[in-house]
Each structure stands twice: as structure tokens, then as C-alpha cells.
């Protein structure tokens, strides 16, 4: 069967602090540290280095490694900053988003649920508080939750859409978190739309060569695959498999998944020559 791997957009994966968050409360929990010593804010220059550093070992996809960066960055803030500041909450969200790509997705709904408790007093309707709708949202539907991951999803995408536009890379991710969860329940036509939305908008905004429009072409592809469109998902297949080579360092997973997805479209149309060149 075709690989169906990880239907996300570009934006999905550990987040950085959003700066569109409101300057006053932003500015109050600032003032929590002004004036501390200066090994306090070593501290915290040291956890925000194990963030990005976290980030980076996400994007390797050496999650285990991504894992034990959060967790000492989290251990210097919640004893810092405390555990209701939107810094805490970042790293509570990128945990859950780390530890549902390692499918543990009860670990990676606990730690949603903190950023999300966090968010929604900070912040109340707030992009960052979209941010974790969705990615509660794809916990559930990776558990067969379907109605709550629905919910979930469709209150993440009108949040994106009132607060951040339809072309912003957040609410393409959230639409495309939508159309992941119609397809799990055999919905694919609708899920259709929304792919070919967000691929249009990927294509607009980054362009037909970018890495996040490979994702987009992958997506819209199984989609084909699962309505037995062969031919369409294999020109989508390889317009992706085309980025990724040109993109990633060889060897990431990304290219894998790829590799299996044109063999297999190959097999379907009887072609197996051409599936085992690959």
C-alpha cells in the first residue's frame, strides 16, 4: 500500500514565540525577570538556546534528541518563569507536537492541554491558542477521535482566518489539518478542496520550488491515490519527489516516503519495472 506518511504543511513542528501576541502582556511577563541577577538571565539565555537547539534536532528528525533538549529548557523556565508564562507554554506545546510524531499521543495530549490552559488565560482568542487546537486536533485524529478532532480542527481555521487572513501560513496548516481528518473518515472529496486550497496558496505565497509546496503536491497526490485518480497522483508524486531531492540532505525521511510513493503508484498501473528502479 502507498505510504501515506505525515499529511502536514511546512508550518507544522516545534513553534517560536509568536510576536504578534499583545504587547502589553508580553510586556508584563517580561517584567518578571527585569532586574534578576545576572546568572537568572544566563539561565534563561541558556533555555532559549536549547529551544532552538530542540527546533533544529526536530527539523534533523532526531526527536528522542528534540525531546531531551525541551524538557532541560522547560526545567529552567517552569522554575524561572513559572508555569502559566507563554514561554513555559511554547515549550508545553512543542513537546506535544514532538511526542505525537513519536505516536505518544497520550503524552502529546497531556502536554497540548497544559499550553492550552496556559494559552487561553494569557491570552484568550489568540493565534498561539489556534496553534494548539490544532495540533489537539491531529492527537485525535491520529487516535480515531474523530469528532473531537474535527471540532477542534474547524475552530482552529476560522480562528486563523479572523485573526491571521487565508493566505497566512498558520491557516493553510490548520485547513490542511481539516482535510487529514475528513480523509481518515472517507470523506475525500471534501478533504480534495481543502488540499487544492492550500496548494494554491503555497504555490502564491512560496513558490512552486519551495519545500512546504512539495508537502502540498504529496498531499494532494495520496488524496488521488485513495480515489484511485492514479495518473494525477503519480504527476503530483514526482513534482514532490523533485523538490525534496533538490531540498533535503539525502537520506531524510521525507525522500524515503517519496521513493514508496512513486513505486507504489508505478505497481498500481502495472508498470513494475519502472517501481523497481526505484
Not at 529552567?76 to 505518544?104: F, R
Request: glycine fraction near 6%; hydrophobic fraction near 35%.
Amino acid at each position: 500500500p502507498v505510504e501515506t506518511g505525515e499529511k502536514r504543511t511546512e508550518a507544522d513542528g516545534p513553534e517560536e514565540r509568536n510576536d504578534e501576541r499583545p504587547e502589553k502582556t508580553w510586556n508584563a511577563q517580561q517584567q518578571d525577570v527585569e532586574g534578576e541577577p545576572e546568572a537568572v538571565k544566563e539561565r534563561l539565555q541558556e533555555a532559549c538556546a536549547l529551544v532552538q537547539q530542540g527546533r533544529e534536532a526536530y527539523d534533523r528528525a532526531n526527536y528522542q534528541e528534540s525531546v531531551a533538549l525541551f524538557l532541560r529548557a522547560l526545567e529552567i523556565y517552569e522554575d524561572i518563569l513559572g508555569a502559566e508564562h507563554l514561554e513555559t507554554a511554547l515549550v508545553y506545546h512543542n513537546l506535544a507536537v514532538v511526542y505525537q510524531k513519536l505516536s505518544a499521543y497520550k503524552l502529546a495530549e497531556d502536554w497540548c492541554n497544559k499550553a492550552i490552559r496556559v494559552h487561553e488565560k494569557v491570552l484568550e482568542v489568540h493565534p498561539d491558542a489556534a496553534d494548539d487546537y490544532d495540533v489537539l486536533a491531529q492527537i485525535y485524529e491520529k487516535q480515531g477521535k474523530y469528532k473531537e478532532a474535527e471540532a477542534l480542527s474547524r475552530k482552529a481555521v476560522r480562528m486563523g482566518r479572523e485573526l491571521l487572513g487565508e493566505e497566512h501560513p498558520n491557516t493553510t496548516k490548520y485547513l490542511n489539518s481539516l482535510a487529514v481528518i475528513y480523509e481518515a473518515q472517507g470523506k475525500y472529496e471534501e478533504a480534495e478542496v481543502l488540499y487544492q486550497q492550500v496548494l494554491r496558496t503555497m504555490e502564491k505565497v512560496l513558490g512552486e520550488k519551495h519545500v512546504g509546496t512539495a508537502v502540498g503536491y504529496n498531499n494532494l497526490a495520496l488524496n488521488y491515490w485513495e480515489q484511485e485518480r492514479y495518473r494525477e497522483a503519480e504527476v503530483l508524486f514526482q513534482k514532490s519527489f523533485a523538490i525534496r531531492k533538490e531540498v533535503l540532505e539525502a537520506g531524510h525521511p521525507d525522500i524515503a516516503s517519496n521513493y514508496h510513493n512513486l513505486a507504489a503508484v508505478y505497481e498500481r498501473q502495472g508498470r513494475f519495472a519502472e517501481a523497481e528502479g526505484l
